[in-house]
């Protein structure tokens, strides 16, 4: 009997890597759902961060008690120690948000590493880290402002309490629910993404979920991934005035510069969320600020980049607008990826739950060796 020798799959492109029935992302399509519902449908008005934990979670709509169990929950299991916020605030003094972010998360892991235990708890345990991780970038950001601690209120929601901490002013209706539907958006999108990826790559070592989340966080860093919606507003910001957006866009594509929010390994239309995102930015975004202009020169980018990209399957995802929207919701820049994790930390959470439940068969992919074999090796005198 003879083996064959497996493909190799540059970044694991078309390897399925798991079952799952949490997300569904259909690239050809178009489509994003949750448990089978449309993402357009989940960030319709009345939708909120809390009904979205609920769905992830339980596979089913909620109802309205289950959402207001939730919304205690998360007022219950977002409290810190002294000790953990000290911690945070420590970190975010000497690097970036994010960083800040990912050790904070791992300091919130026990003494022991009892796998039994977590799996019996995955649930609570997932859903607990929802809530602190969001308070931790509160904690984060008004570190980084210079401000004193100013935690949760009671009652707060988890978007309420978000935009409270990282603006440092009392939101608005609106601010409110611009940010539940940027939450919702960014909950999950199947699988395969590279942090949700990492997350069960770590659970399948029986990792504790601090660690999972932690390192899922790391891979949200980097700019290919959850850090290009930061990106994609600090070109926005280099270009200045709308009216030069479409010559130096132009310039940059002939550079073949890559565009930060536009184009996704998945999505061969245009990501469903740009679509949710600008409604929102429709409705947030006010004539004359900042915020307008960004957002004037990320609807050039759209039009130029997909002219000449388009038939290469190359639109906008859903980092070229969301930028914009944070931005008119006062949300600093370096922020707008840590608020991605505190919504993500959702879909980590319960792809964790998915990995161990479903057997969590550690993952050990193979490689294609390209280096020197069986070399014939010289004491230190004879080098």
């Known amino acids: 009997m003879t083996l064959e020798t497996p493909s190799f799959s540059p970044g694991l492109e078309g390897v399925l890597i798991a079952e799952s029935a949490v997300s569904l992302v259909e690239g050809e399509a178009g489509r994003l759902s949750y ?22 979670y339980d596979g089913e709509l909620p109802t309205q008690t289950r959402i207001d169990e939730m919304r205690v929950l998360f007022e219950r299991e977002r409290a810190l120690t002294d000790d953990q916020i000290a911690i945070a605030r420590l970190a975010a003094k000497g690097t970036h948000p994010m960083f800040a972010l990912q050790a904070a998360v791992a300091t ?27 308070h931790l970038v509160g904690v984060i950001a008004q570190a980084v402002d210079g401000r004193p601690y100013d935690g949760p209120r009671p009652g707060e929601s988890h978007a ?12 608005t209706e609106l601010q409110v629910r611009v940010m539940d539907a940027l939450l919702i958006l960014q909950a999950d999108h199947s699988a395969g993404n590279a942090s949700t990826f990492t997350s069960r790559v770590v659970a399948s070592t029986k990792a504790e979920p601090e660690a999972v989340v932690s390192a899922a966080i790391g891979a949200l ?5 959850g850090g290009a919606n930061e990106g994609s507003l600090r070109l926005f910001q280099q270009i200045g005035d709308p009216a030069k957006a479409d010559e130096r866009i132009s310039r940059l594509l002939d550079d073949k510069f890559k565009i930060p929010g536009f184009g996704h390994r998945v999505y061969h239309v245009k990501d469903p969320r740009s679509k949710v995102i600008q409604r929102l930015a429709d409705e947030v975004i006010k004539d004359g600020t900042p915020a307008a202009d960004h957002y004037q020169i990320a609807l050039t980018v759209e039009k130029v980049a997909t002219e000449r990209l388009g038939d290469r399957g190359l639109f906008p995802n859903v980092d070229l607008f969301s930028g914009c929207v944070f931005e008119a919701i006062g949300i600093p820049v370096d922020f707008f990826t840590p608020l991605f994790a505190a919504s993500r930390t959702a879909g ?19 490689q294609v060796y390209v280096g020197e074999q069986h070399r014939p090796f010289t004491d230190i005198e004879g080098r």
Request: charged share 25%; aromatic share 8%; glycine share 12%.
């Open 221 to 225: 860093s980097g700019p290919a991934h």
């Open 35 to 56: 448990r089978g519902y449309s993402i357009e449908d989940l960030t319709g008005p009345t939708g909120t961060f809390e009904e979205i934990v609920a769905l992830l």
């Open 160 to 171: 309420r309490m978000l935009v409270r901490m990282v603006t440092g002013e009392d939101p």
């Open 348 to 366: 980590w959470t319960v792809n964790m739950q998915e990995q161990w439940e479903s057997g969590n068969r550690i993952f050990r992919p193979g």
């Open 108 to 134: 919130l892991g026990p003494m022991d590493n009892d796998f039994e235990r977590k799996v019996d708890t995955v649930v609570e345990r997932g859903q607990s880290l929802i809530a602190k991780v969001g």
